[in-house]
């Protein structure tokens, strides 16, 4: 049954009159129904950035600034897990099983189960060496991969790390055999995207030709990629 709510965009400004640091502040959320009427706006003034916004299949929608927030389809809010002021984090994960994944600047992984908005495990190797927090970006199995490493999903143990020939890689989207990964490599005066396709242990299964750079768009459910290739000037669409 198709519920009439939508959850729209995260709103910059810091309050209904914005003032001087609108332009740099992300920190009101808008719940807006299909008509786009607000059914109620969320305002953390202690944020000044927000990531994506995640949903549930039973319509409760989460999303973090300086806090997690977990609210209802109305509005209401469920639960609040506090992370502390001038925390910045990466996207956020939501696994089937209901917990929800994400980095922060505080240098912790942390899941945190949606039922009650508590930690469910959380683990050091949030930053990467310049201090950039890492990317959660996608769960294949047991295995939840924030940037080229690679942690079970269900306690945070560390698992290893991802690599093509020695070299790290990176994720990218995930289909039903495995998930595409990539690295950047100098090629004269610019850079390439390689791309290579993994099986869900990690396993080189086939890698993209060695020219220009490719960049996946989409992924069907029969395992078909629609990939793009830059080759300096243009670019060219491909199905694998």
């Known amino acids: ?21 609108r332009a740099s502040r992300r ?6 129904d299909r008509s786009g009427n607000v059914v109620r706006n969320v305002l953390d003034p202690e944020a000044h950035g927000a990531a994506t916004v995640v ?18 389809r109305d509005g209401a809010t469920r639960w609040v897990f506090n992370l502390g002021s001038g925390i910045s984090t990466s996207s956020m994960l939501l696994s089937p099983s209901g917990i929800l994944y994400f980095a922060a600047s505080d240098g912790y992984i942390y899941a945190l189960r949606t039922s009650d908005g ?17 990317p959660v970006i996608i769960g294949v199995g047991d295995a939840l991969f924030v940037d080229d490493k ?17 070299a790290p890689v990176y994720p ?8 595409v990964a990539g690295r950047f490599v100098e090629v004269g ?3 390439q995207l390689r791309l290579h396709l993994l099986g869900k242990c990690g396993q080189l299964l086939w890698s993209f030709p060695d020219r220009d750079s490719w960049h996946v768009g989409l ?9 793009r290739r830059f080759d300096g000037t243009n670019f060219w669409s491909h199905w694998y």
Do not use: C
């Open 1 to 21: 049954m198709e519920e009439d709510y939508s959850l729209v965009d995260v709103h910059v400004g810091s309050g209904a009159h914005g003032g001087p640091n």
């Open 118 to 134: 508590q930690v469910h495990w959380k683990q050091g190797g949030a930053l990467r060496p310049d201090g950039i927090v890492r």
């Open 55 to 72: 949903a549930d299949g039973s319509g409760n929608f989460y999303f973090v600034m300086s806090k997690v927030f977990s609210v209802t």
């Open 189 to 191: 005066d610019r850079l």
């Open 27 to 32: 920190n009101k959320l808008w719940l807006l």
């Open 219 to 227: 992924v069907g459910k029969d395992d078909a990629l629609l990939v």
């Open 172 to 179: 990218g989207p995930a289909s039903a055999a495995g998930f």
């Open 150 to 166: 690679v942690y079970r999903a269900g306690d945070g143990t560390l698992l290893g790390s991802i690599a093509v020939n020695g």
